[in-house]
């Protein structure tokens, strides 16, 4: 059963940073792909950003574009997610979500899900 578990939420000011991370489970890691997305109170979830297996491919929500980068080490079979320029905006709980070996931004294409850490950017 492969385990996901995000740590570095918290409070931060806003124009402040937090680098999130997510420790994964399991020996397939490396060759998945791996998303973060966010769920701010009474809206969706919606996709944040995503990287391939091997780290050539990367995709950011438009909000996010400039701001934030996702990175992985699969070595350590983890993956990043550094935001830099908070707003209040980003406020929610980020989830860190395991795809398929088949890159894709799709919600639905990816099956096991971290418990979420909360970020909140105060003005």
């Known amino acids: 059963q492969v385990q996901l578990v995000e740590s570095g939420g918290g409070l931060v000011q806003a124009g402040g940073s937090l680098r999130l991370s997510c420790v994964a489970s399991?020996?397939?890691?490396?060759?998945?792909?791996m998303g973060w997305f966010r769920q701010a109170p009474g809206k969706e979830r919606e996709f944040v950003a995503a990287i391939s297996w091997g780290g050539g491919s990367t995709n950011y929500a438009d909000s996010v574009k400039g701001r934030f980068t996702i990175s992985r080490d699969n070595a350590k079979n983890t993956v990043y997610l550094q935001m830099n320029s908070l707003k209040p905006e980003d406020t929610a709980v980020y989830y860190c979500?395991?795809?398929?070996?088949?890159?894709?931004?799709?919600?639905?294409?990816?099956?096991?899900w971290g418990q979420g850490t909360q970020v909140t950017v105060s003005s």
């Open positions: 399991g020996r397939t890691f490396s060759v998945v792909t």
């Open positions: 979500a395991r795809g398929s070996q088949y890159y894709t931004t799709n919600l639905a294409s990816f099956g096991a």
